[in-house]
């Protein structure tokens, strides 16, 4: 895992839309076509999108190679991006326009092989009844020529595509499932076709039994299944498709005090833009005037408004609830937070889980396997013999190759995937490719950053302890005092007097000195407030501390206070923490994984920190640079470990770790290193990702159990004869539907 985190892509990583895929044999067979291209690397053909992903060198790999090899092994590629520097929203319209193309001809296929199914289905049924050659004026001889005349456009229309992929795939001595369809229903097509117009071959003496319904039916089948399989699969990517509907199609914008409405494509960066009351926000930016509260819950999970003022940022695809603002433009397009998380999620749907490499190895033998299976239960049922031995010999041998296409085995992960990413991104929790989803589930520690992580990285006072002095009166004067001060820790004490309704005077006098503290003049006394290198400067004696249970390391921060040279007390001052950061760790600990914090601060603060959220674990003063050690020492003792941070001193021990969590919030260099972005600062969300992962890794371990079950047990059942091969395609296309079906249960999981 580390390794592949650590591994630079220096190719441009590009996602083309592929057509044609039918199983999980087209994966390897694709992705193998892809890998001799000059200039292609890292190929990763995801069977549930339809897509291809690959690193790309524009400078050595030839497109038109591209487009030859993938054609040449009997599939479509959409190279139009790589033939233009075309925008993301152009990529998603050549996408759509191939899936409809093909959703179109399918239903088409689907449609004519229906109407023709039916007649051939009652006209077959007939003749096993006395009587009905008569009731219809036909002889079993006629009948069984109208039953080739209509099964002939089943087999070379509608079932045009299986015989077309069969062929490539004979020429380049591979095969898939539509292989096994072309052989299947060819060999009884081809066998019943030569029987009506040619008896003297196969029988002289009787009537030849025909198996058009079954070839008929057969293709009807698959193509229904594969069908609502399709229209299956676009609902698991529904949430990136509302993401992408976020952005609205036009933008108010402010040009030499004027109004003007432009189409979001003409919108640049420092245009300034008109947001109205329940209107949607364009483009991410900063607040210049104005003020409302903001619904970013599709982009963040956040479930309550936000409250905006001037230099709040504001994201594109949100939603302005009450109030009217001005803001600047600060980003669009791809380099927006929607345009990242938009990327992010498609990176991780078209990535592959190391879950999949087993469906993907047993696919890639799989098929002729199957083939010879079959052909070893033609031959078994000949020798056996008998009446019928031929007719048992054929509809066994299709029934194997019918009940054994493995659609299901190809989905069984990548739907999942699918599924859980959205899941995620609908709920604020970025995953960045399939192997961190399935790798959540494993980990047996977390590592959290304090400061800015599970704290507000906000100073505010703890506890005071006073010395011969009300605690009011000793509020006041430093309050008074510190209101001067433009340090954090001075508003944190005007902020918690304020708390307090103590009443803050104005300073007679006022002085700064730097990195040390403030001293003036208050109701004509003489105040010093801050550290104790400041108190000895001005000889203040420290005695009163001596019994006192306020030592300066208890605290991140201790502000001493003097009044007319002597020490009144002592503030003990530390970060606030985080609102969800006591629940979030109690969630953690129950799920059996230990938590762990990490800080650079002094010991008894970190404690009095780890005590208060009840974290297991805690190592203080540790430098930025010595956190990545610490992240290997975690690992040695306890395994899989994962790392949640924000700043850019976290950069390294999120990469160390076997799973980065970036705090959305946080610093790029965060972000970008981390496998796992939380859009807001939520740590529950981390509860949330752990939970996702189990339960998107629970759903595949059940689609591949059902998928390999499927065949275990439906291979055996058509070799030995008890399964009807109409009954086998339609339990091969409903084990596809059941795959995806029980996938987009994950969609109404609670987090």
């Not at 549930?48 to 054609?71: C, H, M, Q, R, Y």
Request: hydrophobic share 45%.
């Amino acid at each position: 895992m580390n390794e592949l985190k650590n591994q630079k892509m220096e190719f441009k990583r590009i996602t083309l839309p592929v057509e044609g895929m039918t199983c999980a044999s087209c994966i390897a067979r694709i992705e193998k076509a892809l890998s001799k291209v000059d200039g292609i690397e890292d190929v990763n053909v995801n069977f549930a999108t339809e897509k291809a992903s690959f690193g790309f060198d524009p400078e050595k790999a030839d497109i038109k190679k591209i487009l030859s090899v993938v054609e040449d092994a009997g599939y479509k590629i959409d190279i139009s991006p790589l033939q233009a520097d075309v925008k993301k929203n152009e990529l998603k319209s050549s996408d759509k326009h191939i899936e409809s193309n093909y959703e179109k001809g399918l239903r088409n296929d689907l449609i004519l092989s229906a109407i023709l199914t039916i007649p051939i289905l009652i006209l077959n049924m007939g003749i096993m009844f006395d009587g009905f050659s008569q009731f219809i004026s036909l002889s079993r001889e006629n009948i069984n020529k109208i039953l080739l005349i209509l099964t002939t456009p089943v087999v070379f229309i509608s079932g045009k595509r299986f015989f077309s992929i069969f062929w490539k795939n004979l020429l380049h001595f591979t095969a898939d499932m539509n292989s096994l369809v072309a052989i299947g229903t060819g060999a009884a097509f081809l066998y019943s076709a030569a029987a009506i117009l040619f008896p003297e071959i196969i029988n002289h003496h009787e009537i030849p039994h025909v198996y058009f319904d079954m070839t008929a039916t057969i293709i009807t089948l698959i193509l229904f299944g594969r069908w609502i399989e399709n229209r299956a699969k676009r609902k698991t990517g529904s949430e990136i498709k509302k993401l992408i509907e976020l952005q609205p199609k036009t933008a108010l914008v402010k040009i030499n005090n004027e109004e003007k409405l432009i189409k979001i494509e003409e919108l640049k960066t420092s245009d300034i833009v008109i947001v109205k009351p329940g209107g949607r926000i364009p483009a991410d930016g900063k607040i210049i005037s104005g003020f409302s509260a903001v619904d970013e819950s599709m982009v963040t999970g956040e479930s309550f408004p936000v409250e905006k003022n001037i230099n709040s940022n504001v994201i594109g695809g949100t939603i302005n609830k009450t109030g009217s603002f001005d803001f600047e433009v600060t980003a669009i397009g791809d380099n927006s937070v929607l345009g990242q998380i938009i990327k992010l999620v498609e990176e991780a749907q078209s990535s592959k889980a190391p879950i999949q490499q087993l469906a993907d190895k047993v696919a890639s033998i799989f098929v002729p396997v199957v083939i010879g299976v079959a052909v070893i239960t033609f031959a078994a049922w000949l020798f056996i013999g008998g009446d019928n031995a031929f007719n048992s010999s054929l509809i066994n041998f299709v029934a194997v190759l019918i009940i054994a296409c493995p659609c299901a085995l190809g989905l069984a992960t990548p739907i999942a995937i699918i599924v859980g990413t959205g899941k995620g991104a609908q709920n604020g929790i970025l995953i960045k490719n399939g192997q961190v989803l399935e790798l959540v589930h494993k980990m047996k520690a977390i590592v959290f950053d304090k400061t800015g992580t599970l704290t507000e990285g906000k100073p505010v006072v703890s506890k005071i302890k006073t010395f011969d002095i009300n605690e009011d009166d000793f509020l006041m004067y430093a309050a008074s005092l510190e209101r001067k001060s433009e340090h954090p820790i001075g508003r944190a004490i005007c902020e918690f007097a304020k708390e307090k309704g103590i009443n803050i005077s104005e300073p007679e006098s006022f002085l700064s000195i730097t990195g040390k503290g403030v001293e003036g003049i208050i109701d004509s006394k003489k105040i010093i407030s801050g550290s104790k290198k400041l108190m000895l400067e001005k000889n203040i004696d420290l005695f009163p501390l001596n019994n006192s249970e306020m030592n300066s390391d208890n605290f991140k921060t201790s502000v001493y206070v003097a009044v007319d040279n002597q020490l009144k007390g002592v503030i003990g001052i530390d970060d606030e923490l985080k609102e969800f950061s006591i629940e979030a760790i109690n969630s953690i600990k129950s799920m059996g994984i230990k938590t762990i914090m990490i800080t650079g601060d002094n010991f008894k603060s970190a404690k009095s920190i780890a005590e208060k959220i009840g974290i297991d674990e805690f190592k203080a003063e540790v430098l930025p640079e010595e956190k990545s050690n610490a992240i290997k020492k975690f690992q040695q003792e306890y395994g899989i470990t994962a790392m949640v941070g924000d700043g850019i001193n976290d950069a390294p021990a999120l990469a160390k770790s076997d799973i980065g969590i970036a705090i959305g919030k946080g610093t790029d260099i965060a972000i970008e290193t981390a496998e796992i972005v939380l859009i807001n600062d939520d740590l529950r969300n981390v509860v949330k990702a752990i939970k996702l992962s189990r339960q998107t890794l629970r759903t595949i371990k059940q689609n591949l159990f059902w998928a390999f079950i499927y065949n275990v047990i439906g291979i055996p059942l058509a070799a030995f004869g008890l399964l009807n091969p109409i009954f086998a395609a339609l339990a091969m296309s409903l084990s596809s539907v059941s795959v995806v079906s029980n996938s987009l249960r994950l969609k109404k999981i609670k987090l």
